[in-house]
């Protein structure tokens, strides 16, 4: 199975897609296997995290733009403004691609997990995800 989901987020930071993803998922025969989804932009990026507290998801955020401003005028890529080269900075350092584990359709996260789009530019776009589901040859998941 593969399908392509997109997903905007409304601001810049982090935004729960779990449901988004599960949903997508959900839509193709119960399946187990390895979910792979890859983000097809570098502006942003993909993160398993914390889906609990939402104040983990805002001290990863402020961490994050303390250590890659906006407008450093070191930065020779500003095409797009000053927010461009830290959103690349970022992209860069954190991931553009998952993989969970899949048991009958089901994702198979943490009790305190969720997948995030972690948006790096201040003027959000949409941003479009693959999702490609690698069966098990014996059916069941890849967890132990």
């Known amino acids: 199975m593969t399908s392509t989901i997109t997903v905007t987020a409304p601001r810049r ?20 296997g390895l979910l792979h989804l890859f983000l097809q932009h570098t502006s942003a990026s993909l993160i398993i995290q914390e889906n609990a507290d939402s104040a983990v998801q805002r001290d990863l955020e402020d961490w994050l733009d ?7 005028p070191r930065y ?17 350092i954190t991931a553009t691609e998952l993989m969970i584990p899949v048991h009958a359709g089901r994702l198979q996260l943490g009790t305190w997990q969720g997948l995030f789009l972690w948006e790096h530019r201040t003027q959000p776009r949409p941003r479009r995800l693959v999702l490609t589901l690698l069966p098990c040859s014996d059916g069941q998941a890849a967890v132990a």
């Open 13 to 32: 930071g982090l935004h729960e897609i779990t449901r988004e993803v599960q949903t997508a998922l959900s839509s193709q025969p119960a399946a187990s």
């Open 66 to 72: 303390r250590q890659v401003p906006d407008g450093d």
């Open 76 to 92: 020779r890529h500003d095409a797009e403004g000053p927010d461009d080269m830290p959103a690349h900075i970022k992209g860069a």
